[in-house]
C-alpha cells in the first residue's frame, strides 16, 4: 500500500483544497498532486474529484468508501510506531493560544510530566483556526481554543470561562476606583484583542467601530512590552493580572461598568482519536478537573 499516498489522501480529504493539505504535510502541492496519483494506479480507482477551476475539491463516492479504511490504515500505522518505541506510548499532543499553555495549563503540564507513567508532551501555540485543522487532521490530540467551528471530525466539549477586565495606566493623581465607564475609555488609545466574535459584538455596541484603536493585535505579551503612557488600555483576563502587574507596577485592573460576555475556553478533540493518545487524553482530563478545569 502507498504508504505516503495515504496520508495525503486523509490530508486532501479534511482540507479539501491541494494547497490546504500540502501545507498540512509541508510539501509543495505538485508533491501531492504526485501522491494521490500513486494512491488512486495503485488501487484503480479516481478518490478525489480535483476539476479545474473548483476552489475546494470533493471525494469521489470510492473515495468516501476508503475514507474509515484510510483512517484505520493510519492508526494501524501508528500503533505499529508506537511498538516499537514503548517509551512514546504515552505521549500527547496539546494545542493552545498563548493564554492557555503560558498561563491557564502550566500546572495541568506539570503534573502530566510528573505522573507515573509519565506523559510526555508535544506543545502547539497557534491560532484557534490553524489548531481545529491539526486536530482534524490528527497532528494534535487535543486543543484548547475559544471560538467554535462546526467541522466533521471534530469533537467540542466546554473547558473554561474566565472574566475580562480592564488593565490600564491611569492619569496621574487620578482616584481609581473598583470599576470604570466606557466614556473614561478613549479608543484611539486601546491595545485592541479581538478575544472572540461576542466580544467583537459587545465592543462595536460600546464604542464607535469608526474610532479604531491605533494598534490591533493578539497577544497580551506584546500590551506589556508597549502599554507604557497614561490612559492606555486593554481588556485582558483575569489570569493575566499577575504578569502585567510584574511588568510595570503602574499598571491598575478594573471591572468595566457594562460588562463584556465571559471569555468561553473549548476542548477540542478528534471524533475519532489515536488509540495511542487514550491513555493520555484521559490522564489529562483527570489533572484538568483537579484544577478547575472541563466543566462550566
Known amino acids: 500500500m502507498h504508504e505516503k499516498g495515504i496520508e495525503t489522501f486523509l490530508a486532501v480529504s479534511m482540507s479539501r483544497t491541494l494547497g490546504k493539505a500540502a501545507e498540512l504535510l509541508n510539501v509543495t502541492q505538485s508533491t501531492v498532486s504526485y501522491n494521490l496519483n500513486e494512491l488512486e494506479n495503485e488501487m484503480g480507482m479516481l478518490l478525489v474529484d480535483r476539476q479545474k477551476g473548483m476552489k475546494s475539491i470533493s471525494l469521489t463516492p470510492a473515495g468516501e468508501s476508503f475514507l474509515p479504511l484510510a483512517l484505520k490504515w493510519q492508526e494501524v500505522s501508528r500503533e505499529i510506531s508506537n511498538a516499537r518505541n514503548p517509551g512514546s506510548a504515552f505521549s500527547l499532543a496539546i494545542g493552545g493560544s498563548e493564554t492557555v499553555n503560558c498561563r491557564l495549563l502550566p500546572k495541568v503540564f506539570k503534573d502530566l510530566l510528573e505522573h507515573q507513567p509519565p506523559v510526555y ?56 476606583s473598583k470599576k470604570i465607564h466606557p ?47 497614561p490612559g492606555q488600555w486593554c481588556m485582558i483576563p483575569c489570569s493575566a493580572m499577575e504578569e502585567m502587574k ?21 476542548k477540542i478533540t478528534h471524533r475519532y482519536p489515536r488509540a495511542s493518545a487514550l491513555p493520555g487524553m484521559s490522564i489529562f482530563d483527570e489533572i484538568a478537573n483537579k484544577y478547575g478545569f472541563g466543566s462550566i
Request: aromatic residues 12%.
Open 246 to 266: 510584574r511588568g510595570d507596577d503602574r499598571i491598575v485592573f478594573q471591572r468595566i461598568s457594562e460588562a463584556p460576555p465571559d471569555l468561553i475556553y473549548r
Open 121 to 176: 508532551l508535544r506543545i502547539s501555540t497557534d491560532p484557534s483556526d490553524q489548531m481545529y485543522q491539526a486536530v482534524e487532521s490528527r497532528a494534535l490530540d487535543v486543543a484548547i481554543v475559544l471560538h467554535e467551528e462546526t467541522t466533521r471530525y471534530v469533537q467540542i466539549d466546554p473547558f473554561f470561562k474566565e472574566t475580562l477586565i480592564v488593565a490600564r495606566i491611569p492619569i496621574e493623581d487620578e482616584n481609581v
Open 183 to 229: 466614556d473614561s475609555l478613549m479608543p484611539e488609545l486601546e491595545f485592541y484583542i479581538e478575544w472572540s466574535s461576542s466580544y467583537r459584538l459587545w465592543h462595536d455596541h460600546i464604542w464607535d467601530p469608526l474610532r479604531t484603536a491605533k494598534m490591533r493585535h493578539d497577544s497580551v505579551n506584546f500590551v506589556s512590552a508597549f502599554m507604557d503612557e
